[in-house]
């Protein structure tokens, strides 16, 4: 069964940082690609960044290049999101979420290339 654990969420200032984590379990890891979304109230789901199979490529949302960098371990499980200089506009739940495709190198950027999905985890960035 596949399941998909984020933590490190939390209340943070205007500029400050958090480190979010997505550990996985009941697949093999290292053979799917990961990404982050992330969910404002009364907004759409929003791709923030996602990472291939590998870890060689990764990609992220416009709003958040530059500022958030995505990484796994895939010794660990685990799918990291690094976010520096936070603002409130960057206020909502953070999902992680596992690609559907095997071995695939290009990184997906739509939600319907991901078919696991974690419960979520808040962030709240006050200004």
């Known amino acids: 069964q596949v399941q998909l654990v984020e933590s490190g969420g939390g209340l943070v200032q205007a500029g400050g940082s958090l480190r979010l984590s997505c550990a996985a379990s009941?697949?093999?890891?290292?053979?799917?690609?990961m990404g982050w979304f992330r969910q404002a109230p009364g907004k759409e789901r929003e791709f923030v960044a996602g990472?291939?199979?590998?870890?060689?490529?990764?990609n992220s949302g416009d709003s958040v290049k530059g500022r958030f960098t995505i990484s796994r371990d895939n010794n660990e499980n685990t799918v990291y999101l690094q976010m520096l200089s936070l603002k409130p506009e960057d206020t909502a739940v953070y999902y992680c979420?596992?690609?559907?495709?095997?071995?695939?190198?290009?990184?997906?950027?739509?939600?319907?290339?991901?078919?696991?999905w974690g419960q979520g985890t808040q962030v709240t960035v006050s200004s």
């Open positions: 990472i291939n199979w590998s870890g060689r490529n990764t």
């Open positions: 979420a596992r690609a559907i495709s095997l071995l695939r190198a290009v990184v997906a950027t739509d939600e319907g290339a991901y078919a696991y």
């Open positions: 009941g697949f093999t890891f290292g053979n799917y690609g």
